[in-house]
């Protein structure tokens, strides 16, 4: 749909590669153990999504966001899709009381904060060493991307991952996510685990639209 499913993976183990080969002490590769999961897996992808009635928004087609979550604490997008349903959870309802789970299943993490949303103008440098801290403090973030990034697509497709991780060297770190959307059905891969960078921008300023950030 956006982009083939080898390359970017192939791209991460280059990074671990160069973590590997960095000098001691000054390289990092903090990757949560977090299992990848797919919104357009096909034990749940035409389900629809939240109290909605048009068929067009299923799992499948409007779920990173749930399938994301889910990722955080080992529930699947279908079970969190069954858990929001009586708060009134419909697709586009992407708000903070949507955000915040744990309203609806007690196991979720606690939500921190969501920053603002930067759909037009570069993510904040503060921002961005504030997400690198609290990834390599082993807590998870939610994070809303341009699923086409412009110059590709002038309109925002807006998509949701789960950052999971750090990978890099001082100034030159990059972030690992768990991506809802990739499918590779011939090997029943749905969801993949990649670099944030240059999938969603060429810099973290660029890909990063908002984050949502959760306790352990």
Same mark, same amino acid.
Request: glycine share 8%; with cysteine.
């Given at each position: 749909?956006?982009?083939?499913f080898?390359? /970017?993976?192939?791209q991460?183990?280059?990074a671990r590669?160069?973590?590997?080969d960095?000098?001691r002490?000054?390289?990092?590769c903090?990757?949560?153990?977090? &299992?990848?999961?797919?919104?357009?897996d096909?034990r749940?992808?035409?389900?629809?999504l939240?109290?909605n009635?048009d068929?067009?928004?299923?799992i499948?087609g409007w779920?990173?966001?749930?399938?994301s979550?889910?990722m955080?604490?080992g529930?699947?997008?279908s079970a969190v899709?069954?858990?929001?349903?009586?708060?009134?959870?419909?697709?586009?309802?992407g708000?903070?009381?949507?955000? &915040?789970v744990?309203r609806f299943? /007690?196991g979720?993490?606690?939500?921190i904060?969501s920053?603002?949303?930067?759909?037009? $103008?570069?993510f904040?440098?503060?921002?961005?060493t504030?997400l690198?801290?609290?990834?390599?403090?082993g807590r998870?973030? $939610?994070?809303? $991307?341009?699923?086409?990034p412009?110059p590709?697509n002038?309109v925002? &497709?807006?998509?949701?991952?789960?950052g999971v991780?750090?990978i890099g060297?001082p100034?030159n770190?990059?972030i690992?996510?768990?991506?809802?959307?990739?499918i590779? /059905?011939?090997r029943?891969?749905?969801g993949?685990?990649?670099?944030?960078?240059p999938?969603y921008?060429?810099?973290l300023?660029?890909?990063?639209?908002?984050?949502?950030?959760y306790?352990k």
């Open positions: 749909h956006y982009h083939a080898h390359p /970017p993976h192939a991460l183990e280059q590669l160069a973590w590997l960095a000098p002490g000054t390289g990092m903090l990757i949560q153990t977090l &299992d990848v999961l797919g919104q357009r096909p749940w992808k035409a389900e629809m939240g109290n009635t068929k067009r928004y299923t499948g779920g990173c966001l749930i399938t979550i889910g955080m604490f529930a699947t997008p899709n069954a858990a929001m349903k009586p708060g009134g959870f419909v697709a586009g309802s708000t903070l009381a949507t955000f &915040d744990k299943m /007690p979720a993490p606690a939500l904060r920053t603002a949303t930067y759909r037009s $103008v570069p904040p440098a503060s921002e961005i504030s690198l801290a609290h990834l390599k403090s998870p973030a $939610v994070i809303e $991307v341009d699923m086409i412009s590709r002038k925002f &497709d807006q998509h949701f991952v789960l991780g750090v060297t100034g770190e990059q690992v996510i768990n991506d809802p959307w990739p590779d /059905p011939a029943g891969r749905y993949e685990q990649l670099l944030l960078c999938l921008g060429n810099t300023a660029a890909a990063l639209t908002r984050v949502i950030y306790a």
